[in-house]
């Protein structure tokens, strides 16, 4: 019986600790937008929205910071949001950013509108294959690296195990050349 108080007593004190933090996480989320918010109901709907739209974060993030301030003025919060979203959209979808975003490895949550997604995505595409290619190359290096670590060290290692490693290493270096002509090829193919 005393260990179930305590357990209760303990989970009550978390479940106030866990509701203060949400509760100050509004205002402490909200903040970063510029102009020093002090708390929900002082936000800048329509800047928070910019940012959003700027970063090129999907609409349902408005619910989510509208959840966190449980405010009763959703209607005109929304409003506010969407304009400074469609704004910050301008800034976000254009090719040169989607090319970026891909690049970078960013995922794209598909929030350009029709008439700017077709070069954003153009864009994007072209970025990400040349992440994605830099990201193999990484590995395929690492795994060469591995590879010829184990044949230096390896006083124990058999003749047909060595014959088995150098046929990986070739094996890996000419995929490295191949990842790198592609790259080179996608880097050209831009302009950079």
């Not at 949550?109 to 070069?119: A, L, M, Q």
């Not at 590995?139 to 490693?165: C, D, F, V």
């Not at 990986?168 to 050209?188: H, V």
Request: glycine share 10%; charged share 25%.
């Amino acid at each position: 019986m005393r260990k179930t108080r305590i357990f209760w007593s303990f989970s009550g004190a978390l479940k106030g600790l866990l509701l203060l933090l949400l509760s100050s996480g509004c205002a402490t989320h909200l903040n970063s937008a510029k102009g020093g918010l002090e708390s929900c109901s002082k936000a800048d709907w329509f800047e928070l929205g910019r940012q959003d739209g700027a970063r090129g974060l999907p609409l349902g993030n408005f619910e989510k910071r509208q959840a966190v301030c449980q405010s009763t003025t959703y209607l005109d919060q929304q409003k506010l949001y969407i304009n400074g979203r469609n704004l910050g959209l301008v800034e976000y979808c254009q090719a040169s950013n989607g090319y970026e975003i891909g690049r970078t490895g960013q995922l794209y949550f598909y929030v350009c509108p029709f008439p700017n997604e077709t070069e954003f995505l153009t864009e994007y595409r072209r970025g990400r294959q040349i992440y994605q290619l830099e990201s193999a190359n990484s590995s395929l290096a690492q795994e060469i690296e591995k590879r010829l670590s184990i044949l230096e060290n390896g006083r124990n290692i058999s003749i047909s195990e060595k014959k088995e490693l150098d046929e990986q290493i070739q094996s890996l270096r000419i995929a490295l050349t191949e990842n790198k002509k592609n790259l080179e090829q996608l880097r050209s193919s831009r302009g950079g």
